[in-house]
Structures are given as structure tokens and as C-alpha cells.
């Protein structure tokens, strides 16, 4: 196990990326995370913008289990919440996850955010990029890039869900 | 999960997960009406062998809202009809490519022959065995219970007395919930005249009241099921174990739940029925996001290896 980004290297990644964030774009803006670290990190990103910027920030989530095409090889997992605060339509929206490997989470992702409406714009955010896509899909903010072989694990933890933000790769 | 056959299978565990997913499904029922795509290219079959409003509609939009194929069989006008039987039926469903049997028979037992015996490999789900068990019925009245008491998701119903009333005997739908709610730590008891509930230490609803239950289900009194008079009458049920209005209005906080079709007047009356305590609307929506969790977390993953 090596840790690869600690406490304080995740605070100035995620401000780093609320920089890049407001160069893109201005507010107010919409992240939504992805269950569960997602969430945690989309809730950091928002505390950083709205510390650098004026803008103002809503946070929700969108669980994507019910659109996944890889479920037959995964073992069934709780439906987790879905919280979008107001309505995605004509709205820009950042997307947040924690690792991005092989894209089939955002593609199930983007075909959630189409049931709930048609958004003006998607981009990506993501903590860490592993690589080994399987579809065309790329982050538009990564903390990280992080190249790694498929036998390893890549764990991003979090104060919300781990008690401590740190990422590790076993 | 492979099968659902009983509530006895279900630990606490995967009971909360079930409700905890139902919860959220309800949520994403109410904001949006579309499909979600998670069953496309599954085939539900609903095979129903006993008459059915409720179940079998609800099964058949779950399915449909999770973008599976269904197809509906019912035993009359049916090859049942010519004499096939139950190991040929499911054969022949699987062999057109079922994935999973969604099961209503009026033999105790029935789900469980067709989940062990290895007459099909397709998933099976019990929607009323005879008296047995219909354990998606008892998932439902859960989680319309725990909304009732606005406990969190996550949760089990620890602490809550509930009171199952009336035809214990024939009731599937009482075995399930006499399963199920101690296994979420509520304390339950079963109570009704003698013939339906034997042992019962109370001589009418009025003395079963008095020990203050959190909520009453009560239970239909199923007149195909008795093959003898165990009732004297409908209004002497009714004098002594029917929810009347003078007995709602003795215990104004208990909630009130009824699996239907209600035969109103006998052991539910009207205002008992459509009184502010009576879950008897949510349990049928909760019917639907219910049997959507229970779908897709039976077909919407890895088969576990048996």
C-alpha cells in the first residue's frame, strides 16, 4: 500500500481545480458527485470555489446503479440517492467523481442526467485519472493522473466516509 | 441475492438494504416517470396460479419500469387448463428465455420446489405461496411502517409494537410479516378468535388494544381458504375483532395497515380504512418500489454461484 496524495496534497489539488473550474466557467454553479466518495469531493470542490470566488455553488448527487451496462459483472449494489436541487435543463453541470478508470460510470452517469432532463452543458471533474478507459469518455479537471497497471486498486478516502482524505494504491 | 422464496432467508442486513432501496426508488418514482434501463433484455415472467389485483400489477410494472421484457401467465386459458403441470410450465418458460418466474400458487411451497428442484435455472421470486409466505407483501408493509414513523433509511423499526389481527391461520401475508419485523426489532404479536389464532390471550380486539400498539395490520378473513365454518358470522366477527371507528378513536396514534382487497364493514370498517392513520395507499405505492428493489437486486447483478 503507497500513499500517493496525502491530506494537505488533496486540499491544494481540489483548490487547483476550483481555479480551473472558475477559469471555464462563471456561476452559479451545479455539481453533482457520484455516490459515494464523489459526493464528498463535489462538497470540498463547492467549499473551494465559493472561498475564491463570489460565485455561489449547489451540491446534489446522482446515484447511477440503475444505468449501468456492466451489471452482469458486478454483484448488485443498494440503490443510493439521487438529490438534484431545482432542474437540470439548460443548466451547466459538473460532474464529480473520485477515480476515473474505465469510463462506464460517467457513460451511466450522462444517460442518468438525460432521465432528469436535457442540461445545457457536462464536465467532468474527477480526483484521480488511472486510465485504462473502455469508452471515449475524458475528464475535464483531474487532480491527478495517475498511471497504474489493472492488477492494482486505487482508494481515494475521505474525512465523510473514511475519516481521513488521503489516496492509496494497494 | 438469488431468489426470493421467504422473509425467514432475509437477515437484517439485506432487509434494511431492500427498504433502503425501495426508499430511494420511491423518491426517483415520484420526480420522474421514465424507465430506467437496468433490466433491458430480461424476460420477467409473472406466473400466476391464484387470482391477483395488486401483486401481479405492481410485479408487471416493476419490471416494465426497469425496462425488462414481461410476459403474464395466468393458469386459466392456459396450457394448465389442458393439465400441465408446474416442473412443465416453468420448463417451458425458461426454454423461451425466462430469467426469472415471479410465482403465485395456491400449494404451500410451490416457489421453493421450483427454486431447489432443478427444474429451471431462471430466478424465482414468491408472490403468495397457499398460506405460506409472500415476502415482497411483508417488505412493503416494512417500509410503510417506516415511513409512517419517520424513521431514517438506514434503519430497522426497533422498539415499535405491532399487532397482526384476524385470520392468522390462512394469512401467508402474517407468516411473512411474523417473520420479518422482529428480524427489524419490532416487537409483534398475533392475535384474533381462536379458530384463526390459536392461543390467543385476548377475548376480543378491545383487550388487544390495551397494550397500546404502535400499529395494527389487520388481516382479511379469506372465505376461499376455509374449507369450514370458523367464523358464527360476519357481524359477530366484526362485534368482536373488526377496527371499528369506536376503536380507532381509543387509540388515536396507531397507524393502520391492510394488505387488500378489504372487506369493508367485516374486519376493517370504512373510517378505519380511510382514516388519517391508514397506511392502506402507501402500501400499495410502496408495492411498486419495493418490488422494483427486490428486481433488480436479484437480476440486476452477478449471479451468485448456488
Redesign the interface.
Known sequence: MKTVLSESDIARTIRRMAHEILERNSGPFLLLGIPTRGVSIAKALAEAIESISADTCEVGQVDVGLFRDDRDTRKAKPIAETVIPGSVDGRTIILVDDVLFSGRTIRAALDALSSFGRPAMVQLAVLVDRGHRELPIRADYVGKNLPTSLSEKVRVKTMADDSEDSVVIE | ?RHLLSTDELNRETAI??L??AS??S??NE??T?K???LQGKTVVTLFYEDSTRTRISFELAAKR?SADVINFSAGGSAVNKGENLKDTAQTLEALGADALIVRHSASGASYNLAHNGWTSAAIVNAGDGTNQHPTQALLDALSLRQGFNID?GKGLDGKKILIVGDILHSRVARSNLALLPTLGAEVEAVGPGSFSPGCKYANLDEALETKPDAVMMLRVQKERMNQPLIPSDKEYSRFWGLTEQRVKKVPNCLILHPGPMNRGLEISTYAAESNNSLVLSQVKNGLAVRM?VL???L???N?TI
Do not use: C, Y
Request: net charge negative.
Open positions: 441475492m438494504e431492500i433502503d432501496s430511494q426508488l423518491r426517483l420526480d420522474t421514465r430506467f434501463p437496468t426497469l433509511d428493489a433488480s437486486m436479484i440486476g447483478g452477478k451468485e
